[in-house]
């Protein structure tokens, strides 16, 4: 054979030379079969799907949330977003938490009504019975968030879980602040459990993925033909530093969560600081909850600043020399933005008596972080 060919065909490998620790990270969209009968037979016949790594983070993710399967999106929001499509039907009604994180607000309000699915959102405080007299015989599902990812609303999650089943109304809930591991929906009734795995589970702010997992059968199935229809994605790569990151998941955020209570606990002290949001806080409206039904804390906490203009709110966040300003968290850096600008936009008015700062306490010493809120806080009473 000519060099050319030689070149194409050499180096083929049939099988791995070893077992290693970690998954082979395998990229291929062209699957070889190993004879003609196994093109059609249902044998995995392309990579789109998933290969190696893939395949060992769904199984682990799977454990995680106690799962029977586990389906992954391109980020965490997808993840939301593509789980609800793989359900809804037009004609539905759906009933999302005001809370939610704002970018599903927009997903509701853009995509899904022109698919004629109705949005209605609901207060955080409204308890079971509460939210269930929210639903119509159109309601086909609840999105919840608990607690908020930026003023941290507790929900009783098994209560509303238990009365939308006896409803035929199916739960999903966006339970990335728990990362999988602080709270387990599944057990407690919901029927999706959604995180971004670009947070916590990754953990070092540089991989968007996300995962919806389910224990019942038909709902996985659903949500697996909904990656199908619509050729979701994601790439080995990342699917394997999704997997290494899950390795040390529980390492890390118990000490995000020790670090967060030891700088909220200092924040509460500050005469310049009106009221921490920390539903680890024993005085927090969410405590009783997060208490029961919680097994420990992540860093991701607000906090209220005595009322003052937002220019001295911004002087604040810039003073800040250790916490990034960024959206973003659950990586090992500490982050801090003000949340009224995005608080305005819900539908169901909430005033709070100080501006809010969303604080992430990253891997840092928290004496370190200490000492950067003392100073910032200096410049915002100045
Ligand atoms: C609560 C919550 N859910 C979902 C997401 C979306 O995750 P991703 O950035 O992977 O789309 C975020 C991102 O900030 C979030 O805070």
Not at 175 to 198: C, R, Y
Not at 330 to 348: H, V
Request: proline fraction near 5%.
């Amino acid at each position: 054979m000519d060099e050319e060919t030689r070149l194409i065909h050499a180096g083929h490998v049939d099988s791995l030379p070893a077992s290693t620790v970690s998954p082979p990270i395998q990229r291929g969209s062209t699957v070889l079969l190993p004879n003609a009968r196994a093109l059609y037979d249902g044998t995995l016949g392309y990579g789109r799907g998933g290969l190696a790594a893939q395949f060992a983070l769904m199984d682990a993710l799977a454990e995680l949330e106690g799962a029977s399967g586990v389906q992954l999106f391109s980020s965490g929001l997808a993840a939301v977003t593509a789980s609800l499509m793989a359900v809804l039907e037009a004609g539905d009604h759906i009933l999302v938490v005001d809370s939610v994180y704002k970018p599903v607000r927009r997903f509701c309000d853009q995509v899904l009504r022109r698919f004629d699915v109705a949005v209605s959102y609901y207060d955080p405080a409204l308890d079971a019975d509460g939210l269930l007299a929210l639903a119509t015989p159109k309601t086909r599902l609840i999105l919840l968030e608990s607690p908020g990812s930026l003023s941290f609303e507790m929900q009783d999650v098994p209560a509303i879980a238990t009365a939308a089943r006896a409803r035929g109304v199916l739960t999903l809930i966006d339970n990335t602040w728990a990362a999988g591991l602080l709270f387990k929906p599944l057990a407690h009734g919901v029927d999706i459990s959604v995180q971004a795995l670009t947070k916590y589970v990754c953990g070092h702010s540089d991989v968007f993925m996300g995962s919806a997992a389910a224990s019942d059968p038909g709902l996985n199935a659903k949500l697996a033909a909904g990656v199908l229809d619509h050729g979701w994605a994601v790439s080995p790569d990342d699917a394997y530093q999704a997997l290494r990151g899950l390795r040390t998941l529980s390492t890390r955020l118990a000490r995000h969560g020790e670090s967060g209570l030891t700088v909220a606990r200092w924040l509460a002290d500050q005469p310049q600081v009106l009221r921490v949001i920390h539903p680890a806080l024993p005085d927090d409206p969410g405590h009783a909850l997060w208490r029961r039904d919680f097994t420990g804390t992540c860093g991701l906490f607000s906090f209220l600043l005595q009322p003052g203009p937002d220019e001295r709110v911004e002087a604040f966040l810039d003073a800040l020399t250790l916490f990034g300003l960024g959206f973003s968290w659950g990586g090992f850096e500490s982050l801090a933005i003000n949340c009224d600008p995005q608080i305005r936009s819900r539908t169901i008015a909430t005033r709070y008596d100080g501006p809010m700062i969303r604080l992430h306490v990253g891997l840092e010493s928290p004496a370190d972080l200490i000492v950067d809120l003392k100073a910032a806080l200096a410049v915002y009473a100045a």
